[in-house]
């Protein structure tokens, strides 16, 4: 499998497994999410992506390496940090930690995201305004002490690096991205639609590339995630969803593309993530898969290489993204 410069982390693989192993996006038994995480190692996947909001992740994680997983393997984890009183910041985010270095039974983990969005100062969101603390950072409190308390655990060693999960407002994610000292790490949207989803809860458009660009520019390693846009770019949706949730709408606003996929004799979950691996300044893609069948996949998109610009032109041409 190909590799990239994931900032401090040095060379990865160009996927991750992320946290569709922890039984939280459709079905799979626990027999197949520890047979999914071998078979990623043996795929050649040096990066696996946590959090305790992935359900049986963690710990899944655990059991499968016993405490030794493989040298050259890399792991995340996050803490969905939301907006507590300041003085509460560095207690939450160590406890988050150490939990999950429990549950993965790792002495570090080399990359701590926070896993809340970003708000300015004040920010009403669009959607959701009432819950706004319970999943978003403000921007004096991600600056005085997020950042100073992440650093403090890099120079502790309980971290190698640290990052910002930049799907939130993009003008904070911006700004946080140009802020020193700045992430070593921004997961940013990477599928050919630029859509955040459910997850998108303010009004301004979602900018996801120009996030991956500055993150990129200013030395950061990026994580692409959402290839297949939590299901709306696969052939079929694996979970229920209300005819209001945003996700069914960009099933549906997908139709086109699905209709491509069929004239290529492809499966449009393969496309979504090679054309992921396609796009410019993202040095790994996170995998939401949950089991071999889907990984397999998914390796096999990594193996083929990036689209040629004529193919990437005709699925831009169908006019989905933003």
Not at 40 to 47: C, D, F, K, P, R
Not at 295 to 322: D, F, K, P, R, W
Request: charged share 20%; hydrophobic share 45%; glycine share 10%.
């Amino acid at each position: 499998m190909r590799t990239a410069t994931l900032g401090p982390l040095g060379e990865v693989s160009r996927l991750t497994l992320g946290g569709g192993i922890g039984q939280i996006w459709g079905e799979t038994s626990h027999e197949e999410a520890l047979a999914t995480v071998r078979a990623a190692v043996n795929a050649g996947i040096s990066l696996i992506d946590a959090a305790p909001m992935y359900r049986n992740a963690e710990a899944f994680l655990g059991e499968a390496f016993e405490g030794r997983p493989p040298s050259h393997l890399r792991f995340t984890t996050k803490c969905q940090l939301g907006s507590p009183e300041p003085q509460d910041v560095a207690g939450l985010l160590t406890a988050s930690l150490e939990a999950s270095l429990a549950a993965m039974r790792l002495p570090h983990v080399d990359v701590f995201f926070l896993h809340s969005n970003i708000h300015a100062d004040g920010y009403d969101y669009a959607h959701g305004n009432a819950s706004r603390d319970r999943f978003s950072t403000g921007w004096s409190l991600y600056v005085d002490e997020v950042v100073p308390a992440m650093e403090r655990l890099k120079a502790q060693g309980r971290i190698r690096a640290w990052g910002i999960t930049g799907i939130g407002v993009p003008t904070p994610v911006l700004a946080a991205i140009d802020h020193t000292p700045r992430p070593d790490v921004v997961q940013a949207i990477a599928n050919l639609m630029d859509s955040p989803g459910a997850l998108k809860r303010y009004a301004e458009p979602a900018r996801p590339r120009d996030v991956a660009g500055a993150a990129k520019a200013a030395g950061c390693g990026v994580m692409g995630i959402r290839a297949v846009q939590a299901g709306a770019l696969t052939v079929a949706v694996d979970r229920e969803l209300s005819p209001n949730s945003p996700d069914r709408g960009d099933y549906d606003r997908a139709a086109p593309f699905r209709a491509l996929c069929a004239r290529w004799g492809e499966d449009p979950a393969y496309v979504a993530h090679r054309y992921a691996l396609s796009m410019p300044n993202h040095d790994t893609v996170v995998l939401g898969v949950k089991n071999r069948t889907e990984l397999a996949m998914c390796v096999a998109a990594e193996a083929a290489g990036a689209y040629s610009a004529e193919q990437m032109a005709e699925i831009n041409g169908l006019g989905l993204a933003g």
